[in-house]
Nanobody, 126 residues
Framework: VQLQASGGGLVQAGDSLRLSCTAS????????MGWFRQAPGKEREFVGC????????WYGDSVKGRFTISRDNAKNTMYLQMSSLKPEDTAVYYC????????????????????WGQGTLVTVSS
């Protein structure tokens, strides 16, 4: 499967932005999907992940309450709605996916994912 992340850009602190991740293939609904981000000079960080049907979602502590993950399996697309953006949210955002029969918060680990998008840059100015 190929993943394509889009929607990044330059915004001001307090603004909102929505990222999309579109997948190729016909088995998207069987994939756990996740968002990760990597700020300059820092390690890649877990943002959140969503179960195959979208009924279970996990978030990283730094984005909980501000970011919302959703998916539309009919469109092979996952979304990351980001609100109340802060300068520390500046990073390259990556979407990732893995074919899985189950779901759980162990998908917080990037090592669980087999497929990665190319990343989209989000810059939040103060």
């Amino acid at each position: 499967v190929q993943l394509q992340a889009s929607g990044g850009g330059l915004v001001q602190a307090g603004d909102s932005l929505r990222l999309s991740c579109t997948a190729s293939g016909r088995t998207f609904s069987s994939y756990i999907m996740g968002w990760f981000r990597q700020a300059p000079g820092k390690e890649r960080e877990f943002v959140g992940c969503i179960s195959q049907r979208g009924d279970r979602i996990w978030y990283g502590d730094s984005v909980k309450g501000r970011f919302t993950i959703s998916r539309d399996n009919a469109k092979n697309t996952m979304y990351l709605q980001m609100s109340s953006l802060k300068p520390e949210d500046t990073a390259v955002y990556y979407c990732a996916g893995v074919y899985a029969y189950a779901s759980g918060d162990y998908y917080r680990s990037e090592s669980r994912y087999d497929y990665w998008g190319q990343g989209t840059l989000v810059t939040v100015s103060s």
